[in-house]
């Protein structure tokens, strides 16, 4: 079955880089019926889109993150990573890597334990 | 770009109630829309994709419906597991927003 670990620092100065990793066992992310994505949520607050990338990595981005993510993908390992740049305390969330199913109409239908991150000095 | 609204944001709500939670979308955009059960410190599950369709092993009691603008999540006879915070994304391939949440609580 398939299965989403993240994995990366737990903690990132301000300023800083984020980066992320998403290994997928259980299927391959060249799957031309699914692609991938990050989901993120700060603490005691809701879900926030990040971004996607497409089988053929193609990426599409929350344009309220656009100018600081950038997702991408490592086939031969099975992974996809996201980069968040410049970042503040207000990126401090629980990061999370998600399938999203083209035969289920784009929605996230397997998802990682997610990773917490915490942005401080 | 088109936002998701959700309401109410909080629900209290008895066993065996039956309840409604409702999502709007700033634009009209067909019928692509998710909706999720998070429960605290776990990962969101998929309920329903496409407005009404019921992902598997999700149990009947949940019922999606709308297209366009509105839509809606209905949870009849809850049961005790069913208490948690709920979210509708509109699915597209370029964009996969999601709406405020809606935490259904014990009354």
């Known amino acids: 079955q398939l299965q989403l670990q993240e994995s990366g620092p737990g903690l990132v100065k301000p300023s800083e880089t984020l980066s992320l990793t998403c290994t997928v066992s259980?299927?391959?992310?060249?799957?031309?019926?699914?692609?991938w994505g990050w989901v993120r949520q700060p603490p005691g607050k809701g879900l926030e889109w990040i971004g996607s990338?497409?089988?053929?990595?193609?990426?599409y981005y929350n344009p309220s993150l656009k100018s600081r993510v950038t997702i991408s993908e490592d086939p031969p390992k099975n992974q996809f990573s996201l980069k968040l740049t410049s970042v503040t305390a207000a990126d401090t969330a629980v990061y999370s890597c998600?399938?999203?199913?083209?035969?289920?109409?784009?929605?996230?239908?397997?998802w990682g334990q997610g990773t917490t991150v915490i942005v401080s000095s | 770009d088109i936002q998701m609204t959700q309401s109410p944001s909080t629900l209290s709500a008895s066993v065996g109630d039956t309840v409604t939670i409702t999502c709007r979308a700033s634009?009209?955009?067909?019928?692509?829309l998710a909706w999720y059960q998070q429960k605290p410190g776990k990962a969101p599950q998929l309920l329903i994709y496409?407005?009404?369709t019921l992902e598997t092993g999700v149990p009947s009691r949940f019922r999606g419906s709308g297209s366009g603008t509105e839509f809606s999540l209905t949870i009849s006879s809850l049961q005790p597991d069913d208490f948690a915070t709920y979210y509708c994304?509109?699915?597209?391939?370029?964009?996969?927003?999601f709406g405020q949440g809606t935490k259904l609580e014990i009354k």
């Open positions: 259980g299927g391959s992310i060249s799957n031309t019926n699914y692609y």
């Open positions: 994304q509109r699915c597209h391939s370029s964009s996969l927003i």
């Open positions: 990338i497409y089988y053929d990595g193609r990426t």
């Open positions: 634009q009209s955009f067909g019928d692509w």
């Open positions: 998600a399938r999203v199913s083209g035969p289920r109409y784009y929605a996230m239908d397997v």
């Open positions: 496409k407005a009404s």
